[in-house]
Each structure stands twice: as structure tokens, then as C-alpha cells.
């Protein structure tokens, strides 16, 4: 159970990281880049293609390499596109590194899933993932008010980072560092305190 009360705390934090960039995503598109809604439509289109092909192979892996390591490597790279999208130049750059990110977080979707359903018994089973989605869907609806407030606050300011050679960030990237932090402490509270299940049995092959 402890482990269930860590992926409660984990997914909230994760349902925030996710629901502070999902708005912002879009005024970023359109305030840096003027992008009209048809291309903002498109953009969003293909990245969540991107997350549909990688769906159908991303369950498979968790089954092979375990829950854990998929679900680390998609949340890392979903994460670290989060840190990279506010240095994009163009309309190009930014929609490759949110199809990047929509990799990521489609990546590890299906293996978190699968490791909720390894932890819980099956007598509560719908309670507990109703509690899950409870969690994630509270902490959407905390990020995605606060995330445009951020992007509004700060759109506007430059910080200089002297620890980075004087690398200067523009305010708009704050938001999405906010929502890149969050998501590494979501997945490293995952690491660190959720213990995976041995599995019973060994699988002799899979294919994918």
C-alpha cells in the first residue's frame, strides 16, 4: 500500500505537470511564432499521431524490459522536450520537439498503467484507479491555471543564469521549466518509493 499511496502523490504532481504546459503549449505557438489555429491545429494533430504509433509498442516493451525502466525513459524524454521547447527558433523546430514530447508521455502511459493495475488488487481495483484519475485530474485542473497566469506574468522578462556562461532565458520558458521539474519530481518519487511486482512467470518471447 505504500507504494499505491506514492503513485497517488506522484500521479497528482504528474496530472500538474501535464495540465500547467498543455495551455501554455498553445499561447507559445501563437504569441512567439504567429501561428494561426489552422497550424496550431496541425501541430497538435501530429504530435498526438506521434503518441498513437508509439502507443501500439510502448505496452509491449513495459512487458519485456519492465514497468520502471519504460516508464522512466518516456517521462525523461517527454521532460526533457518540456526544457528544450522555449529555446525553438521556429515553427519547425517547436513542432518537432513536441512530437518528441508527445513520444515521451505515450511512451510511458501504458507501462504506468500497467503498473497500477500490477499493485492493486483486483477487489478495489476500480476504486483505487478512480482515486488515480481523480489525482491526475485534480492536478490538471491546478496547472492549467496556473500555467497561462505564469506565461502571462513573466512573458515578457529575460533572466540571465551566470552558472550557464551567462545563458540568457527568455520569461516565457518559465512555465515550461515549472512543468519539467514537476514531471522529474513525479517520475523520481516513482523511482525512488513505488517497488515494481515480481512477476510470476517469465515470458519466453514476445514480439513486437
Given at each position: 500500500?505504500r507504494?499505491?499511496?506514492?503513485?497517488?502523490?506522484?500521479t497528482?504532481?504528474n496530472?500538474?505537470?501535464?495540465?500547467f504546459?498543455a495551455?501554455?503549449?498553445?499561447?507559445?505557438?501563437?504569441e512567439?511564432?504567429?501561428?494561426?489555429?489552422?497550424?496550431?491545429g496541425?501541430?497538435?494533430?501530429v504530435?498526438?499521431?506521434?503518441g498513437i504509433?508509439?502507443n501500439f509498442?510502448?505496452?509491449k516493451l513495459?512487458d519485456i524490459w519492465?514497468r520502471k525502466?519504460?516508464?522512466a525513459?518516456?517521462s525523461?524524454?517527454?521532460?526533457?522536450?518540456?526544457?528544450v521547447?522555449?529555446?525553438?527558433g521556429?515553427?519547425?523546430?517547436?513542432?518537432?520537439?513536441?512530437?518528441?514530447?508527445?513520444?515521451?508521455?505515450?511512451?510511458?502511459?501504458?507501462?504506468g498503467r500497467a503498473?497500477?493495475?500490477?499493485?492493486?488488487?483486483t477487489?478495489?481495483?476500480?476504486?483505487?484507479?478512480?482515486?488515480?484519475a481523480?489525482c491526475?485530474?485534480t492536478?490538471?485542473?491546478?496547472g492549467?491555471?496556473l500555467?497561462?497566469?505564469?506565461?502571462n506574468?513573466?512573458?515578457?522578462e529575460?533572466?540571465?543564469?551566470e552558472?550557464l556562461?551567462g545563458?540568457?532565458v527568455?520569461?516565457i520558458?518559465?512555465?515550461?521549466f515549472?512543468?519539467?521539474i514537476?514531471?522529474?519530481?513525479?517520475?523520481?518519487?516513482?523511482?525512488?518509493?513505488?517497488?515494481?511486482p515480481?512477476?510470476?512467470?517469465k515470458?519466453?518471447k514476445l514480439?513486437?
Amino acid at each position: 500500500m505504500r507504494s499505491v499511496r506514492v503513485l497517488y502523490v506522484s500521479t497528482l504532481t504528474n496530472g500538474f505537470a501535464v495540465g500547467f504546459i498543455a495551455p501554455v503549449g498553445v499561447l507559445f505557438l501563437g504569441e512567439i511564432f504567429g501561428a494561426i489555429p489552422f497550424q496550431i491545429g496541425a501541430i497538435l494533430s501530429v504530435s498526438g499521431f506521434v503518441g498513437i504509433l508509439c502507443n501500439f509498442f510502448a505496452g509491449k516493451l513495459a512487458d519485456i524490459w519492465g514497468r520502471k525502466p519504460v516508464i522512466a525513459i518516456g517521462s525523461l524524454s517527454s521532460r526533457l522536450a518540456s526544457f528544450v521547447l522555449p529555446f525553438t527558433g521556429n515553427l519547425w523546430q517547436a513542432t518537432g520537439v513536441m512530437a518528441f514530447r508527445s513520444l515521451g508521455i505515450n511512451v510511458s502511459m501504458p507501462a504506468g498503467r500497467a503498473l497500477r493495475a500490477d499493485l492493486v488488487p483486483t477487489k478495489i481495483r476500480g476504486k483505487l484507479f478512480g482515486r488515480f484519475a481523480a489525482c491526475f485530474n485534480t492536478g490538471m485542473v491546478a496547472g492549467a491555471l496556473l500555467g497561462p497566469w505564469l506565461f502571462n506574468e513573466f512573458q515578457f522578462e529575460e533572466f540571465r543564469i551566470e552558472w550557464l556562461g551567462g545563458l540568457t532565458v527568455k520569461g516565457i520558458g518559465f512555465p515550461f521549466f515549472v512543468s519539467g521539474i514537476m514531471g522529474l519530481l513525479a517520475l523520481a518519487l516513482l523511482l525512488l518509493f513505488v517497488k515494481e511486482p515480481k512477476r510470476k512467470y517469465k515470458e519466453k518471447k514476445l514480439k513486437l
